[in-house]
């Protein structure tokens, strides 16, 4: 919102910029001149049009430097500042400054700061504030610009002259004119049409930019409670999953116990090979019975080696239709080293990271995602690396370009830190995104 005020602030400031040089350029009046001319001298009331019209060009342009310029750099203050009201006083106050300022720098030509310049004002900021939710500054400027078009052409209707329009050189020199020529009806009557046709043409585009704007929100509103709703909808399965699969793990918690129990009358057996296989039996059905109470509670912890929470997460994704792209680079003195966490948990942990790392490297001609692990002090980090054009954490709500709710990642964020760890993701030199799960090691590892 900052930067976005002083655009407008540099925007607005060079618009003002090109208003007062426009006031140094006496060339583009040469039409007005050469057309009055040929009026008197043809006595055609066409010409008188012609010069009428170029110089209501002449005077908007560079009122609509002047005006939307103000306006414009009173948005960026109000922006940058946060203080609306600079948005609808300032304009108020420097329009006018402005025109009493030009007379002293001596230019060749001074706009006459008259009852249109009052009007044009007072219309522009009307007009401004029944257009103050339209947030694209191309559209306001777009109804400005028509109005002060429509204003400027009351400085040659003649009729008003008394009442404080037109009392500029040029305005002037024309209604003398066409009063001399007995064409002054001509000038009031298409110059009071055109003033009202382009009037009526600046509301309503007013009308239709803030009618658009308010179906855009309405439509971005919709769209969010959409993601929202898709979320919701996302974390009640996933809860209902869960619970479901509590149920199976408390299901399998009885025969478990039955097999643990046979293996283990088995492993005294006289019988050396009968003994032999029961205890692989019992040891193995004693690691069932570790994993599914980690599975039921997820405070529970053990002691593992890195080598066998490398291999357990990579069981689950070399089934995947993308586990081939992923490498493992984890050096053999660090394979043995020892964490204490939950080992079901935390392998999730790495699976959802490294699913989204593939994801983002699936937009890369050559996808490529790694494993790897460093250790520091008492803490070991498991590195994921990829090559795809890196990503944040999505908000609330949002999904991330591959329509992913981030809900993976606010698990792997809970899950990490659970563990005493943290997530840190950064990118990675060459492109990509470097991941690191950073958790300590075992009290008696981290101690040697």
């Not at 009071?192 to 971005?220: D, G, H, M, P, W």
């Not at 590195?383 to 795809?388: A, Q, S």
Request: proline share 4%; hydrophobic share 45%; aromatic share 8%.
């Amino acid at each position: 919102m900052l930067r976005q005020g002083w655009k407008k602030c540099a925007a607005g400031a060079a618009m003002i910029a090109l208003w007062t040089g426009s006031l140094t350029i006496q060339a583009t009046f040469t039409p007005v001149y050469s057309n009055l001319a040929s009026a008197v001298a043809l006595d055609e009331g066409a010409y008188l049009l012609l010069a009428a019209m170029w110089l209501v060009v002449n005077n908007a342009v560079r009122a609509i430097f002047l005006y939307s310029g103000w306006f414009l750099f009173s948005d960026g203050i109000a922006e940058a500042t946060g203080s609306k009201r600079v948005a609808w006083l300032l304009p108020l106050a420097a329009i006018p400054i402005s025109y009493l300022c030009i007379p002293f720098l001596h230019f060749p030509s001074v706009p006459h700061f008259g009852v249109p310049a009052i009007i044009t004002l007072t219309s522009v900021w009307i007009l401004q504030y029944i257009s103050r939710d339209v947030s694209r500054a191309g559209y306001k400027f777009s109804v400005q610009a028509v109005l002060v078009f429509s204003i400027q052409w009351l400085d040659l209707i003649p009729v008003l002259t008394p009442y404080g329009f037109g009392w500029g050189e040029l305005s002037a020199a024309i209604k003398e004119t066409a009063q001399l020529m007995e064409k002054d009806h001509l000038l009031n009557g298409v110059c009071s049409l055109i003033f009202v046709l382009n009037t009526a043409a600046a509301l309503l585009l007013a009308r239709l930019f803030v009618s658009y704007e308010k179906q855009i929100k309405q439509l971005r509103l919709l769209r969010q409670r959409e993601r929202e709703l898709t979320a919701m909808r996302t974390q009640q399965t996933r809860m209902r999953l869960y619970q479901e699969m509590h149920y199976l793990v408390h299901d399998l918690k009885r025969p478990l116990t039955t097999v643990l129990g046979l293996a283990d009358l088995l492993s005294l057996s006289r019988d050396e090979n009968t003994a032999s296989h029961a205890r692989a039996i019992v040891s193995a059905a004693d690691k069932m019975d570790k994993m599914i109470g980690e599975i039921k509670n997820p405070d529970s912890m053990r002691e593992t080696t890195v080598a066998e929470l490398v291999n357990y997460t990579m069981a689950q994704v070399r089934v995947l239709p993308w586990g081939a792209l992923v490498s493992v680079e984890i050096p053999p003195p660090l394979s043995q080293m020892k964490l204490t966490l939950n080992v079901i948990r935390i392998s999730r942990v790495l699976v959802n990271i490294l699913d989204n790392a593939r994801r983002a490297a699936s937009s890369a001609n050559e996808p490529f995602v790694s494993l790897g692990a460093k250790a520091s002090g008492s803490t070991l980090s498991f590195i994921i690396e990829d090559n795809g054009p890196g990503f944040v954490w999505p908000e609330k709500g949002a999904v991330s370009s591959w329509g992913s709710t981030g809900l993976g990642l606010a698990f792997a964020k809970k899950a990490v830190e659970g563990a005493n760890g943290s997530i840190k993701h950064e990118k990675r030199e060459g492109g990509g995104v470097r991941c690191s799960v950073t958790l300590p090691l075992a009290e008696k590892e981290a101690q040697q």
